[in-house]
């Protein structure tokens, strides 16, 4: 008996570990894709949120020219990217096109993670967590999409423009820059994917509509916390941008534990009935 479910557990060992390895497999190859084509994605995507005719700032100086705010369009850029570490330029290659990598393959990993998961569900959770995996990825782009064209132009705006003294000019290195822009596309990434975390922590009775309605006080200042390490910089426009959408994540969490609250009730409801009809 103790063999037969030391051979199941070893045959779930074996499972993972092959969905693992596709999953890894998955990354390292958009890994190497991204390798290859360095110089166009160091063109279009890395150094673009550092260009004044960046998407962003674009949109930004029409709104402006429509609101009559002329503060909303950025002018300049002044800055300079080097390299003073030997290593450094490869060592950004290495850096970016693994970031690259794992956006990109990042919905066919939670695939992967999910497909181990499901067979292990009874037909009610896996009804229930239905979308999953569209959820999981959808978040998770949304994230990286508003830290690559909200946060980081504005940050880089902000750090670019920002001066104690005319005598000092801002001459940044590659490494400071893509670990910048890095921090805050993979960090808004993973923060986007809060009310998937709620949503299966109310599953199984952790969280409650109330507890979160009650350290909603404490959940600002975390939250307030929180933006201020992952921006770089110090300014309230940076730290506005990426606590305040935290903030409506929080509150979308909060409405998704009361609806998967009052489904979970429903259910138990529904279940004793059907104990009384039986007996």
Not at 78 to 105: C, D, E, N, W, Y
Not at 186 to 204: A, D, E, R
Request: proline share 4%; charged share 15%.
């Amino acid at each position: 008996m103790s063999e037969e479910a030391e051979m199941s557990f070893l045959d779930h060992l074996e499972a993972l570990r092959w969905h693992v390895v596709r999953a890894v497999a998955a990354i390292f190859i958009m890994m190497i894709l991204a390798f290859i084509y360095t110089p166009e994605i160091f063109k279009y995507v890395v150094l673009a949120p550092g260009e004044i005719d960046f998407i962003t700032f674009r949109w930004l100086c029409r709104l402006g020219e429509l609101t009559g705010a002329a503060g909303l369009c950025v002018t300049e850029i002044p800055m300079k990217i080097q390299s003073r570490f030997l290593m450094g330029q490869f060592t950004m290659q290495l850096q970016a096109s693994f970031v690259i990598g794992l956006v990109v393959a990042f919905p066919y990993v939670v695939w992967e993670l999910w497909s181990f998961v499901k067979p292990g569900l009874y037909s009610k959770e896996k009804q229930s967590s239905r979308g999953a995996v569209f959820s999981i990825s959808a978040l998770f782009l949304l994230g990286v999409s508003f830290g690559y064209f909200i946060l980081s132009p504005m940050t880089i705006a902000f750090l670019a423009n920002y001066s104690i003294s005319p005598k000092i000019s801002n001459e940044f290195d590659i490494t400071s820059y893509v670990s910048t822009i890095t921090i805050l596309v993979v960090s808004c990434g993973i923060l986007f994917q809060l009310p998937i975390v709620v949503f299966f922590l109310t599953k199984v009775g952790i969280v409650t509509p109330k507890l979160l309605r009650s350290y909603r006080k404490h959940a600002v200042i975390a939250i307030l916390i929180l933006g201020a390490i992952i921006t770089p910089s110090s300014d309230p426009l940076s730290l506005s941008l990426i606590s305040v959408p935290v903030y409506f994540l929080y509150e979308m969490s909060i409405l998704i534990s009361t609806i998967e609250l009052k489904r979970k009730a429903k259910r138990e409801m529904e279940e004793a009935l059907l104990d009384q009809q039986s007996n």
